[in-house]
């Protein structure tokens, strides 16, 4: 009896200092006895695999040429601000590949100076010659096509599951290094810029537009893309590093690439009115003031004679747009988001109420240069 | 001790957690090296001249006080003060500088403090996690503890900056973070990986010429530790990348560019002269010059200045675009007389 | 399985015993390497395994900070000067009700109508009335309409927080939040106990909480929160620099413990003002030591003199010039303050009140007088309906009358005041017990019988009773006399009772009775008694009756008594 204890003694004692190797072999090196490092090297773990998973569809842009943009007496300050400050710079760019056949999706910004060739090069070294097929600019978004079959494609993240508070990391070659360089942060909100772009808090810069914004397990939320309050293609880019950054997702893709495929550039729609700006509020009964009549509670009023293609359909005055094709626009946002999901050339249904009773009428979205005069903006 | 009791000792002690003693230490899941980054991180302050800061970030290397930081305006005053985590002043001393890395060594009449060991910094992989510990906007005084923050490792790349209208005069490999270090005081700081060991020292503030932006990188430790240890060696090495001010001769391809409409054209081929360099290579009339020994030459300007710098003697890969193609050709420079 | 202290119990018996060990060492030997083995065998796939582990760790982390943010984020409020979104900042809402915080400097231009908007991510605006401010400290308390239910966030511990642990920043920079979602950024804390120096009058963070989380114009007012989703501060400023107003990875935010202090005058709608102990100090070597006083100061009254060695303030040690300046730059005026020194190696404690130190700038303010009765109305609804059944003793319920006697100015003076406290008896269908009922209606029966605000009650800014937050409720009778209720400001329970006139609020001092002493119907209860040196008037406690549960039988004459007096 005693025996047989002893040699059980002996046994488990093994046992315990064996399995405590194992233990700690199961661990990532050097963390085995702090928990939160064990943890810490994991978050490394996985990124280093989402980025190693995702590296080949990233590509390398480079650039010969152009317009100099001309270059009026600023100080430094107004200089970073506009896109002429910024593409003074010689450094890559950075895109994704889109198709097997050979399209490749990248930022507009890219292309501000209207290069005379554009190369691209792929993760495996090959490079090729690309040509611009066309640029969104509303989204910021531009299409590369070069002379090249079975490219890596990357897998999507659908814009519908995605939620704030979820890692997002960015690569870009912008910085000139061999592997795209990276950039780690959350996804800060959903639906920004009239529902085209999701947000995000990792330091996005030149460095990045055109490259990929994409989760923990290599898959892609969208396209960095500098984006801002008006309507400029290149403001935005003043929030460099700051922490405020853009991707247009996934979402939104899948309706402009296939457009942009058809090889005209993409820009804003415009009905041609203003709207009344103030909102509906919660509980209180809002009054005519001075910044103009209490608003309305299920749609927008047009302030003013509407002008171009609101006007040609008879739109007045004080008609209260109600729906813009199937979805309601009860606010201001509501209405822009409507409307961003096309572009200048796009017919809309427009649903309106005037007095008591509701219309609707297709027009076609104009562009800017449309208007003869000074151009309508909606307002912000 | 006999077995069945060292078993039970070893698995306890495998199992235990790292303890976070007193209130003032740090916390997190990063806590162990945010204490071990501001445990050796000192505060400088000097003199500012201008728009340059009189105060910045430095890092202890040795228990008897050698400190790393970046070259400065604030090393320049008579009066350069080191302040230590625990609010001791000393009077610092410049005892050695790089003027190509831009870095300094200054000394401390000091003893028994702690130090980072200077590691290699080649395991850091795009994605791990780097803490950075600077006197960032001088928010901390005396023996208030330092600015942390936390981001990760970008990658690495050869840095081609400017600092306001000049070039920046380090052209070497650097480590890039999402850390924002291009701020008023961090220079000097450090950047350690999430175990505390040192990665690198937070460069001074510069604007990238490849975005026009500010970039946020570090000294790799290596090339630090090169600074302490191999000066000389150093400063004969980059010295031996120029060509000598007396040397005869220069670097000469063979290659003469369209000059028409001034120097900001890209770098077309007029003519290729025969049996030079280039010629041998393959490279012809109309070809447009895309990059030379690995740096992009979007105009003419920049093929002249990259061409320059090269040495005679040396194999480079040319990547010129004929029609539609691109072709990467490899070239011996050649040399002429002045 | 025997433990292994016995075993090694059994092992010391064994040798003891004489008995060899190693008698059956051969097939031991054969099992422990087998057993050896196993253990390796298990840690094999335990390696292969990492990636799918380490994935799923990963995932289930993020997924957590997923849920906790999107509660949060429910609380977060996008504050406007006007109906078209005019002048923008953040908020948080912290309570049920819609009572809520943000920056003075949010709302800072609409401050004269108090009127402004406050959307949420429902997406829709909600009225927002500005209450209580306090702008020496940037910050002020609102109240959302329109809802009977407002999602809240909870307040944490700002004294907890480590540098290095991750927080969160909610808000809207830059008015980017088209449909009122905030914006959601994350960060570690980067330092504690910060000062960032004030611009113009305001703007001074004193003791504030550093942070790399992105913060930039439109964060201000709005929440920082930990993991679990509690707001441990306000985020207010930022450091900026050559690039403009960008943020470059210093944020800060005023801690919620600071804050803390200024609820209960912030909820009852007051301007509130920060304290000054009328003292400087100077580091000498190692030893903080008082520099300056400054005459008439609370220092000098409770009898600080130069020299002394300061040690600790209101419970936190300070070793340097900043510490110090960040400890006084967070207390309210009027707040009571202990203070440790060293005078000649000996050690001293001294409590005294701060004075108010007057904001540096004019502001038309007008306290809203109804909001304040609203309020204090609500404080005693809720002290009357404290929950009486908390599983604890139970303690004594009664009115009593006390008749304090001041001598020495020739006429005799006296309070009488109606005091309740609780008992849990068998309570009624709402849980209160009726004769509890009864007491607090004679208490406050003649404030809630009129129609318009009683100006003779009003809710005071807050205060601190044996380290415990207070609101106190101060009713004026009509010869400058004051009585003064404080009740805790979570439990609302009473705590103290304060008697004294215009001039000296605190000449006399009632505490509830210690509840464990409790027995039956009677109950000790303790008066403490003041004397002031060298001013005529004396306080003696001539005769306390007590009175017993019963409900007075006339309660409107005993008020309209009370008033006589």
């Known amino acids: 009896m005693m025996a047989a204890r002893a040699t059980f003694r002996r046994v488990f004692a093994v046992f315990l200092i064996a399995a405590s190797f194992a233990a700690s072999l199961a661990q990532d090196a050097g963390g085995g006895a702090n928990p939160s490092l064990d943890f810490a090297a994991r978050q490394q773990h996985v990124r280093h695999a989402a980025i190693q998973k995702l590296a080949p569809c990233i590509v390398r842009i480079d650039t010969i040429g152009g317009a100099q943009p001309v270059r009026r007496e600023m100080n430094r300050m107004q200089q970073e601000r506009t896109a002429a400050g910024f593409r003074q710079a010689d450094g890559p760019t950075t895109g994704l590949t889109w198709s097997a056949d050979g399209y490749i999706l990248t930022s507009s910004f890219n292309f501000v100076r209207d290069p005379v060739v554009i190369t691209v090069t792929l993760a495996d070294g090959r490079r090729f010659v690309a040509r611009l097929v066309a640029r969104d600019r509303t989204a910021r978004l531009a299409l590369l096509k070069i002379d090249a079959a079975d490219l890596p494609v990357p897998e999507w993240r659908d814009t519908a599951r995605l939620r704030s508070g979820q890692w997002s990391l960015a690569a870009g070659y912008g910085f000139g290094s061999e592997q795209p360089a990276v950039a780690l942060g959350i996804l800060s909100a959903l639906h920004r810029m009239s529902g085209q772009a999701v947000q995000t808090d990792a330091r996005i810069s030149p460095a990045h537009y055109g490259g990929p914004l994409f989760d923990i397990e290599g898959r892609v939320i969208g396209i960095c893309v500098p984006m801002g309050l008006d309507r400029d293609e290149m403001t935005g880019i003043e929030w460099y590093d700051s922490g405020i950054g853009f991707a247009v997702h996934y979402e939104h893709l899948q309706r402009r690439v296939p457009r942009l495929m058809e090889g005209r550039d993409l820009h804003h729609g415009l009905l041609g009115i203003d709207l009344e700006s103030r909102e509906p509020v919660v509980g209180i009964v809002q009054k005519a003031d001075r910044n103009g009549p209490p608003p309305s509670r299920d749609g927008l009023r047009i302030r003013g004679e509407p002008r171009g293609p609101a006007a040609q359909a008879g739109l007045q005055a004080g008609d209260v747009i109600t729906r813009i094709d199937d979805l309601p626009t009860p606010t201001i946002t509501e209405f822009r988001r409507a409307v961003a999901r096309n572009v200048a050339g796009d017919t809309v249904t427009v649903t309106y109420r005037r007095d008591e009773t509701t219309t609707s009428v297709t027009l076609r979205l104009a562009s800017a240069e449309d208007f003869v005069a000074a151009p309508t903006t909606q307002p912000k | 001790m006999n077995l069945p009791h060292a078993a039970i000792l070893a698995a306890v002690l495998l199992c235990l957690p790292a303890s976070h003693a007193q209130d003032e230490s740090a916390g997190g899941p990063f806590a162990d090296a945010i204490d071990i980054a501001r445990s050796r991180v000192v505060k400088l302050y000097g003199s500012g001249f201008g728009r340059e800061h009189g105060y910045g970030s430095g890092v202890l290397v040795s228990g008897d006080g050698r400190i790393v930081t970046t070259l400065s305006v604030l090393l320049e005053s008579p009066a350069v003060r080191a302040v230590l985590p625990d609010g001791r002043r000393f009077p610092a001393e410049v005892i050695k500088r790089d003027e190509e890395a831009q870095i300094a060594l200054l000394k401390i009449d000091a003893a028994d403090l702690p130090y980072f060991e200077l590691a290699d910094s080649s395991e850091l992989q795009p994605g791990d996690w780097l803490i950075a510990a600077a006197n960032t906007f001088k928010i901390a005084d005396g023996p208030e503890p330092i600015s942390v923050s936390v981001g990760v490792f970008s990658g690495r790349t050869e840095l081609s900056a400017r600092r306001r209208t000049q070039d920046f005069t380090y052209r070497g490999e650097v480590l890039l973070t999402d850390l924002i270090v291009a701020t008023p005081g961090s220079a000097g700081g450090a950047l350690v990986d999430a175990r505390g060991g040192f990665v690198g020292l937070i460069g001074k503030a510069v604007t990238s010429k490849r975005t026009n932006t500010w970039i946020n990188y570090a000294l790799p430790s290596e090339r630090v530790a090169a600074f302490l240890n191999e000066r000389s060696d150093v400063e004969d090495a980059a010295a031996s990348e120029q060509p000598a001010a007396g040397d005869a001769t220069r670097p000469d391809l063979g290659i003469v560019l369209f000059d028409i409409g001034g120097r900001e054209r890209p770098a077309y081929v007029e003519r290729v002269r025969p049996d030079s360099p280039a010629h041998v290579a393959g490279v012809r009339s109309n070809d447009l010059i895309l990059s030379l020994d690995g740096d992009a030459t979007e105009t003419c300007e920049r093929f002249q200045a990259v061409r320059d710098r090269l040495r005679v003697g040396r194999e480079v890969a040319i990547v010129i675009k004929r029609g539609d193609d691109l072709r990467t050709l490899t070239l011996t420079v050649g040399g002429r007389e002045r | ?565």
Request: some cysteine; proline content about 5%.
């Open chain 3, 1 to 565: 399985m025997e433990s292994f202290v016995e075993a090694g119990c059994l092992e010391k018996n064994a040798a003891k015993t004489g008995e060899e060990p190693r008698a059956s060492a051969r097939p031991a030997r054969r099992i422990a390497a087998c057993v050896t083995l196993f253990a390796f065998a298990l840690a094999v796939p335990l390696v292969a395994d990492a990636d799918g582990d380490a994935l799923a760790a990963v995932r289930a982390d993020e997924q957590q900070r997923v849920e906790v943010f999107a509660q949060a984020a429910k609380a977060v409020v996008c504050v406007f000067a006007d109906d078209r979104r005019g002048g923008g900042g953040s908020g948080v809402v912290i309570d049920p009700a819609g009572y809520g915080l943000t920056n003075f400097h949010v709302v800072q231009s609409f401050i004269g109508t108090r009127r402004g908007y406050g959307g949420l991510s429902d997406g829709r605006l909600y009225p927002l009335k500005v209450l209580g401010i306090d702008p020496g400290g940037d910050i002020v308390m609102f109240k959302l309409e329109g809802k009977e239910r407002f999602d809240h966030a909870p307040l944490g511990d700002s004294d907890k927080l480590r540098v290095g642990q991750w927080v969160a920043a909610m808000g809207n920079p830059f008015l980017l939040a088209e449909d009122f979602t905030p914006t959601i950024t994350l960060g570690v804390i980067s330092g504690l106990r910060r000062y960032q120096e004030g611009r113009g009058n305001l703007l001074e963070y004193a003791d504030c909480i550093q942070v790399s989380t992105s913060i930039n114009p439109g964060n201000s007012g709005g929440p920082l929160f930990d993991m679990a989703g509690r707001v441990i501060g306000i985020n207010g400023r930022a450091s900026f620099e050559e690039r403009g107003r960008v943020n470059v990875g210093l944020g800060y935010a005023v801690s919620v413990n600071q804050i803390r202090r200024f609820l209960p005058g912030l909820r009852a709608g007051r301007l509130l003002e920060h304290g000054t102990l009328g003292a400087t100090v100077r580091l000498t070597g190692e030893r903080l030591i008082i520099g300056s006083i400054q005459e008439f100061s609370s220092a000098e009254r409770v009898g600080v003199e130069l020299g002394d060695e300061l040690l600790e303030v209101a419970g936190r040690r300070v070793r340097t010039p900043n510490d110090y300046n960040n400890i006084m730059a967070i207390l309210p005026a009027d707040w009571p303050v202990t203070l440790r020194l060293r005078r000649d190696g000996e050690p001293i404690e001294l409590t005294t009140r701060l004075e108010r130190l007057p904001l540096r700038m004019s502001l038309q303010y007008v306290p809203d007088i109804e909001h304040n009765h609203a309020e204090l109305l609500g404080v005693l609804d809720r002290a009357a309906s404290a929950d009486i059944t908390r599983g604890e003793e139970p303690w004594a319920s009664a009115i009593f009358q006390g008749q304090v006697r001041s001598a020495g100015a020739g006429e005799g003076r006296a309070w009488t005041v109606f005091v309740g406290t609780y008992r849990a008896t068998e309570p009624d269908e709402n849980g209160l017990d009726p004769t509890l009922r009864d007491e607090w209606r004679v208490l406050t029966r003649p404030l809630l019988a009129r129609p318009e605000p009683d100006l003779r009650w009003e809710l005071l800014a807050g205060d601190e009773v044996d380290g415990r937050l207070v609101n106190v409720i101060e009713r004026r009778l009509d010869d400058d006399r004051r009585v003064r209720w404080k009740f805790d400001w979570r439990t609302d329970e009473l705590r103290q009772v304060v008697f004294g006139t215009a001039d000296d609020p605190e000449v006399a001092t009632w505490t509830p009775a210690n509840r464990k002493e409790f027995d039956g119907l009677r109950w000790p209860f303790k008066w403490s008694r003041r004397t002031r040196t060298g001013d005529e008037l004396t306080l003696e406690i001539e005769s306390i009756e007590f009175v017993s549960p019963e409900p007075l039988a006339a309660p409107v004459e005993s008020a309209a008594e009370e008033d006589g007096q």
